[in-house]
């Protein structure tokens, strides 16, 4: 779970109920897409609390979608966390010269905001919410806020729903799909377009 820097990026906000969530998503995401990085999609949380179950399972239904374009790390299989946060994010740099990297977590916000993903550029703090020191991650940010925050986050975070939580994965991972669908039918058309992700 995180706080995002919303202050010092512009960010767009979406109910994952809206129907116009994923197409609206999707061109966000588009316009922040660099061409010449390898582009790398760090899910985080844990399969062990519903609510911040958020990252690790958008992270396995995109990566069920065999991506051509993106690289994922953070599935329920293999969560990010606290844990292995430091490590994954050095491997991550390690593996790739000048990644793009694109952070996928819960966060909590008011009652009215419940349901809202955002798209930011710029990165979000892992585990400030609860007071955890962790790496700042991302070159883009996609929150999902899944309860509500201000106290008892642990146990807020354990009580959050479970369909919620789903609902918002799945409009996610459709974002992405449709993204790297639109990146490949963009390489077709124009063989000069090079997207690095594709190497």
């Given amino acids: 779970m995180n706080l995002r820097e919303r202050f010092l990026h512009k960010e767009t906000r979406h109910l994952y109920s809206d129907p116009l969530v994923v197409p609206e998503m999707s061109e966000r995401l588009l316009d922040l897409l660099p061409q010449e990085r390898k582009m790398v999609v760090v899910c985080i949380g844990t399969d062990r609390s519903t609510g911040d179950s958020f990252g690790p399972l958008a992270g396995s239904m995109i990566n069920d979608q065999n991506p051509k374009h993106f690289t994922v790390y953070g599935t329920l299989a293999n969560p990010v966390h606290a844990l292995n946060l430091k490590d994954t994010i050095q491997e991550i740099h390690s593996s790739y010269t000048r990644p793009f990297i694109i952070a996928v977590d819960a966060c909590l ?58 609902e918002m994965a799945s409009q996610v991972s459709q974002v992405f799909h449709r993204v790297d669908l639109e990146l490949q039918l963009r390489h077709r058309k124009n063989p000069a377009f090079r997207n690095i992700s594709t190497n």
Wanted: hydrophobic share 40%.
């Fill in 109 to 166: 916000g008011k009652d009215s905001s419940i349901g809202i993903i955002s798209v930011s550029k710029g990165s979000l703090a892992p585990g400030a919410a609860m007071k955890k020191d962790l790496p700042k991650v991302g070159d883009i940010s996609i929150s999902g806020i899944v309860n509500v925050g201000g106290f008892m986050e642990y146990f807020v975070l354990q009580n959050t729903r479970l369909h919620t939580v789903i």
